[in-house]
C-alpha cells in the first residue's frame, strides 16, 4: 500500500500550525487585484490581513480563481515521484471549479504514474470547514488506512462539519455569487445580520436574521455549543476577516458554553476573504448531520 498525502486548497483557511500539526498540504488559488494575479497563499506571503481587508474596505475589487492544473500538476508530483497517493480535499463545487479541475489533472498525472491513486472530492464546504474535512481525513491516514479507504470514509461524514456565520454585508457574497439569491435581501435592512450556513449541497444559504453584531455573535456561539452537544471531537475553528477583537469576543462566548471547546482563531485566507468581505465572523465544528437545516 503506498503512503497517502492530504491535499486541500486555498479555500480551507488553515493556518501553518494546523497544516504542520496534521501534515496536510494545499495548492494555491489566485486573487487579481488593479489586473494584478497574485498566488492565495494561507501564510499571508504576499500581502498583511489587515492591508488584504484595507484594500476592500477602500472600495477595491478583488476577484479569485480557482486552482489551475498547472498548479495542481505542479503540486502533486512531487509527492507522486515519491510514490504517494493523493487524498485532495477541495472546496464545495457550488463555490468552485477546483474539484473537477483536480481530476482533469489527476487523470493526466495518471498516465504517468500509473501505480499511484489521485482522489479529488468535494468537501460540500468552504474555509475552515473544509479544512475539518482534511483533518478527518488526515486521521484516517494516520490510522494507516489507504488513500481508497480514506476516500470512502470521508464521503458520509462531510455534512458532519457545522458551520454558522455572520457578515458585515452580503454585498461581496452577492457579487461573487457565493450566497443564494434568495437570502440576499437579509444585506439591506439596516442593522439587520444573516446567520448563514453551508447547507447538505454546499450552499452558502441564510437560515435566519438577529439585529445587530454582538447579537448575532451570540447567534453563532448558541448554534456552534448545540452541535458540539454530542461531539466527542470539539475541535472549533473560528475564522475572521481582519475583525481580531470580534473574533475574540466570540471564543469566549462559545468558551462560556462549552468550556472543554478547542478553539482555534484563523484569519479568513485571500480567496474567502474576497468573496465575503471584511468583519466576517465564522465558526466551524463537528456535529449532526447538516441537513437537519431545511433550506
Known amino acids: ?5 492530504i491535499f486541500t486548497d486555498s479555500c480551507s483557511d488553515l493556518p501553518k ?22 498566488p492565495a497563499s494561507l501564510d499571508w506571503d504576499y500581502f498583511s490581513p489587515h492591508d488584504f481587508y484595507g484594500f476592500m474596505r477602500k472600495g477595491k475589487r478583488i476577484t479569485t480563481s480557482q486552482v489551475s492544473e498547472q498548479e495542481f500538476i505542479k503540486a502533486f508530483t512531487p509527492w507522486l515521484e515519491k510514490g504517494y497517493d493523493i487524498v485532495y480535499l477541495g472546496c464545495a463545487l457550488t463555490c468552485s471549479s477546483s474539484v473537477n479541475t483536480g481530476k482533469v489533472a489527476a487523470k493526466k498525472l495518471n498516465e504517468t504514474y500509473k501505480n499511484s ?14 479544512g475539518m474535512v482534511a483533518i478527518l481525513a488526515s486521521k484516517f491516514r494516520d490510522q494507516g488506512l ?5 476516500a470512502e470514509k470521508i464521503m458520509p461524514l462531510r455534512n458532519t462539519v457545522n458551520m454558522f456565520c455572520t457578515v458585515h454585508s452580503l454585498d461581496a457574497l ?28 454546499g450552499n452558502n444559504t441564510a437560515i435566519k436574521k438577529v439585529k445587530g ?12 455549543a448545540e452541535s458540539l452537544k454530542d461531539s466527542d471531537d470539539k475541535l472549533v475553528l473560528l475564522t475572521h476577516a481582519d475583525s481580531d477583537e470580534d473574533a475574540e469576543t466570540l471564543k469566549n462566548m462559545l468558551l462560556e458554553k462549552v468550556p472543554d471547546a478547542d478553539v482555534h482563531i484563523c484569519p479568513m485566507g485571500p480567496i474567502i476573504g474576497a468573496s465575503i468581505g471584511p468583519d466576517a465572523l465564522c465558526l466551524f465544528s463537528y ?7 431545511k433550506v
Open 117 to 130: 491513486k489521485i482522489f479529488s472530492i468535494d468537501a460540500l464546504i468552504c474555509s475552515g470547514g473544509e
Open 287 to 293: 456535529g449532526p448531520d447538516v441537513s437537519r437545516f
Open 213 to 224: 453584531r454582538i447579537n448575532s455573535m451570540e447567534e453563532l456561539a448558541s448554534l456552534t
Open 1 to 5: 500500500m503506498n503512503p497517502v498525502v
Open 174 to 201: 452577492r457579487r461573487s455569487g457565493r450566497v443564494k439569491a434568495s437570502s440576499a435581501f437579509f444585506g439591506n435592512l439596516l442593522g439587520v445580520k444573516p446567520i448563514i450556513i453551508s447547507d447538505k449541497d
Open 146 to 150: 489507504s488513500a481508497e479507504q480514506i
Open 17 to 38: 500550525d494546523l497544516r504542520e500539526k496534521y501534515n496536510i498540504e494545499y495548492a494555491k488559488m489566485s486573487t487579481v487585484m488593479d489586473d494584478k494575479e497574485t
